[in-house]
């Protein structure tokens, strides 16, 4: 009789929806710590319930879930998405300065890596604890309902809306209680485990389950019979209101003079855009920080007027000829164009006219002189690149010999704390570049504990600066903290940055034509930074937590060797050129190409995708094929077996090969059993004598030492035989 616990396919539906109600409390996690990343989390659960669903060992199961948690260490906090030496050295610092923070008993200054290590562990644990509710006790009452609850104080304290959230759980939980009764009630009585009597049970238990659902979702509800008890809460504990800033909703804003404060989140569409790929999407930069926010100089701007169709000259001009076009369709009315990096032009009315700002960098739309709304217009671009070698030359004493029409990027209030300078100091003292001090910038965020959050968020007080109150006091922000900090972190180097402005990608909705359509809301407002590069130009930086945006660096753009920096080359002894093989550095200097290294990286960054969907196959094939390597097996041994050498040895190894294929077919050898006494047992069970003839012959050449009585080919038929039994 078949027991509950081995029918397979009705485990696996257990385990699938234990998955989808482990998902519900992911789901909030998730979106009230703003952690992101909500997929890879729950590939990890899902690898973990399958594994613990095909029973396989912990000594292979554990070292495959540390090896996902370092590879998720790695490519959200380096963006790489395999290991390199540089991601390896970043795990050890993270590991060092957690350890150091944890015997110093100071709490706040472990790092988010390790903050998500125990995430990854508290998931870990989850796993564990529901394969054993399900697999042995047949009992998840206990985890339903502290969903159900967990999920109702979310809903009733917290932003997060739990509506559609309770009816998943609740549908979920039934049926998972349900079936689970079921097995409990099968084993009880001891009823037979077969496919086709499960599913009669199931079946009226699932239509009555979904009948009463919709029955109770779409009858009528009364009203509630007591008033919410929230506001009465917050008041109660003095911390009801706005708060000082108040609370904002998310979105595009003209007055940035008073940053800081929360938002709630707006999921209000403001356009559509049918492109290649997901853009950021810029509307205008500001350049005068003010301790409190941001302001545009009233320096004389250079307007430019450009019509339909023309070339626009923008800081960031377009990588070569090939244009690229992305059709923007606007929800919320905008008196101008937002537009990607390496704009080209813009198509739209016949009589429209486009006012681009040089400092504010806006493109306003005019329609006869006047003011324009534009609805859909289509924008041709190419975005820049910039090569690896060329930011790798810029060199820190060309910063003193830029231009004046860049002072107005270096501009720092007399306010601002000496400490944020000797702050930007210490990030940058590793690096003797403009790029890589930029570079140093932008990465400080990311591994110094700051946390990305929209809520609860400080407004500075009057004699406070906004910046050094997020660095060295909350290190909690949203993208406005994180931007604006490296601007003045920047600009304390010498290095001129601007704040920028507009939205991020948005989420993809359809695909139209091979263009995917992104869908961006209000929750896509956004804000980040642009920096200048001496000899290279305007470069798009990305600080705040948990955003991708960044510049596409070309790994095999060569310099032009006109550069000043040639002229010094003479002073280097040149190279024979059959030497040149032997120089370490051949890969560095202005002529070189890119390294190997470089080269790999650049081939994984455009393919990560491929790469990590192809990985994740392989490792579920191999998983697979581990489970049901008893029927083919057999195919493998035979014809190696075969190929052997015809002597007692080869003999030995296959009787003891023969020993292990019984015992994973489930014929399993007794403790303190004998060889003769299995062989017996075996040969009861398929009904023959071969196992006895192999194992006499196996006792007379190990115990009896009578190797030469071994007469192997006669013997391979009855192997082969029960080889071949073990499969079926």
């Known amino acids: 009789m078949t027991s509950i616990r081995k029918n397979k396919i009705f485990m696996g539906l257990l385990y699938i929806l234990v998955f989808f109600l482990l998902s519900e409390w992911l789901r909030p996690v998730i979106e009230l710590t703003e952690t992101g990343h909500h997929r890879l989390f729950l590939i990890f659960v899902a690898f973990g319930l ?9 000594w292979i199961t554990g070292p495959l879930k540390l090896l996902y948690i370092l590879w998720f260490i790695v490519y959200v906090y380096t963006g790489n998405p395999f290991f390199t030496v540089e991601s390896i050295v970043f795990i050890m610092e993270q590991v060092s300065t957690s350890l150091s923070a944890l015997f110093s008993q100071e709490w706040q200054a472990t790092t988010d890596v390790f903050r998500t290590v125990l995430f990854f562990a508290l998931l870990w644990m989850a796993i564990y604890l529901i394969h054993y509710w399900v697999s042995f006790r047949l009992s998840i009452f206990l985890f339903y309902l502290l969903t159900v609850i967990f999920v109702a104080v979310l809903d009733t304290f917290s932003p997060y809306s739990g509506d559609a959230a309770i009816v998943r759980i609740m549908v979920i939980g039934l049926l998972l209680a349900g079936l689970l009764h079921l097995a409990r009630w099968m084993e009880r009585y001891g009823a037979a485990a077969k496919t086709d009597r499960l599913l009669v049970f199931s079946i009226p238990l699932l239509l009555l389950l979904v009948a009463s659902t919709a029955l109770a979702f779409y009858l009528p509800k009364s009203a509630p019979i007591w008033p919410d008890p929230v506001p009465y809460i917050t008041s109660y504990s003095g911390k009801g209101g706005a708060g000082e800033g108040g609370v904002g909703r998310i979105g595009y804003g003209v007055d940035d003079s008073q940053l800081g404060g929360s938002f709630v989140s707006d999921d209000t569409t403001v356009f559509r855009a049918e492109v290649e790929e997901g853009q950021y999407w810029k509307v205008e930069v500001k350049d005068v920080y003010t301790t409190k926010g941001w302001e545009l100089s009233e320096e004389d701007a250079q307007e430019q007027l450009y019509r339909n169709g023309d070339e626009v000259v923008t800081d960031f001009p377009p990588e070569g000829e090939e244009r690229s076009s992305a059709l923007v369709d606007m929800e919320l009315p905008f008196p101008f164009v937002l537009y ?9 009315e016949e009589t429209l006219d486009y006012r681009y700002d040089t400092v504010q960098q806006r493109f306003d739309t005019l329609q006869e002189n006047t003011v324009f709304e534009p609805d859909v217009y289509e924008v041709f671009y190419s975005e820049p690149s910039y090569s690896l070698t060329a930011l790798r030359e810029t060199d820190t004493e060309q910063l003193s010999e830029l231009p004046p029409e860049y002072d107005r990027y270096l501009q720092l209030p007399d306010e601002l704390p000496e400490r944020v300078r000797e702050l930007a100091q210490q990030i940058a003292a590793g690096s003797d570049t403009v790029y890589g001090q930029a570079q140093a910038v932008e990465r ?4 110094n504990g700051f946390e990305y959050s929209q809520s609860d968020i400080a407004v500075p007080a009057e004699d406070q600066d906004y910046v050094d109150q997020f660095l060295f006091e909350t290190q909690r922000g949203y993208c406005d903290n994180f931007s604006t900090s490296m601007v ?5 180097l010498d290095i001129p940055a601007r704040w920028v402005k507009g939205f991020n990608e948005g989420e993809v909705i359809d695909t139209v034509d091979g263009y995917d359509v992104y869908e961006v809301t209000n929750n896509n407002a956004h804000s980040w930074v642009e920096a200048y590069m001496p000899g290279v130009g305007w470069m798009m930086f990305e600080p705040t937590i948990g955003f991708t945006g960044a510049s596409s660096i070309d790994f095999d753009l060569e310099i032009d060797t006109s550069e000043p920096e040639e002229e010094e080359m003479p002073d280097r002894p ?3 050129p059959e030497a040149q093989p032997e ?5 560095v200097g202005a002529d070189a190409g890119p390294t190997a290294g470089e080269r790999f990286l650049a081939f994984v960054s455009e393919h990560a995708g491929k790469l990590i969907a192809a990985t994740f196959a392989l490792l579920l094939l ?4 581990f489970k049901v390597r008893k029927k083919w097996m057999p195919k493998v041994l035979i014809p190696y077996y075969r190929r052997k050498e015809a002597d007692a040895e080869t003999f030995e190894k296959a009787y003891l090969r023969l020993l292990k294929q019984l015992e994973l077919y489930g014929i399993k050898r007794g403790p303190g059993q004998t060889l003769r006494s299995y062989a017996e047992y075996v040969d009861s069970f398929f009904g023959t004598k071969e196992m006895t003839e192999l194992t006499a012959a196996y006792e007379k050449s190990v115990y009896g030492g009578d190797t030469k009585s071994v007469d192997w080919p006669e013997l391979k038929e009855s192997w082969e035989n029960l080889i071949n039994r073990t499969s079926g």
Request: overall charge negative; hydrophobic content about 50%.
């Open 50 to 58: 399958v594994m613990a669903f095909f029973d396989i060992p912990w």
């Open 340 to 348: 990607p990096y390496g704009t080209a032009s813009f198509l739209m």
């Open 444 to 447: 400080y965020f990311s591994t």
């Open 488 to 492: 003045v972190l920047l600009r304390s």
């Open 574 to 576: 040149e190279p024979e």
């Open 583 to 587: 120089q370490p550095d051949a890969g």
């Open 622 to 625: 191999a998983f697979m094929l």
